[in-house]
């Protein structure tokens, strides 16, 4: 069952996708996912009593507004703010493939102030179904995608299982 986390994944990088899919987890070695995870525990706290995190079909969103039927998901920064929506349409998708129909999200971003809002369109429906093909395809394979250096490896929790052994340059 793919989750919002597969489809992040697969528009930051393919190998971080195979390696999380394939049971190869860093997330609990890094400072910025516990920065992220501190973020979201404490930047909304009076929604607690108001919305609620709800699991379906695989995904987690942060919090659903039932009466204005919205997605609220959290981020720490924008630097990968195409995926972020990404994994915000699959979740709304989700919903939809679940019977709930018109909801939209906003993707919030507390420690820069912004918020995004996000629909789902059906030229996003049909990527999305192939997106959910290609994702399966490269969980499935048997060897992992090679490493692509890119600016935002650094600061990627996989960072030291890929790169280990090389010199800095």
Known sequence: MLTGTHFNY???CKRKLWLFANGINME???DLVLEGRLIHEDSYPQRSGKYEEIEL????VDFYDPKQKVIHEIKKSNKVEAAHEWQLKYYIYVFERNGIKGVTGVLEYPTLRKTQEVVLSDVDRERIQEMEVDIQR????????????????RNCSYF??????????
């Open 57 to 60: 079909d695989g995904i987690k």
């Open 10 to 12: 697969y528009q930051v």
């Open 160 to 169: 030291d299982f890929c790169y280990s052994g090389e010199e800095d340059e």
């Open 28 to 30: 609990h070695t890094s």
């Open 138 to 153: 490269i969980i499935s394979e048997d060897a992992c995608p090679p490493s692509q250096k890119r600016g935002i490896c």
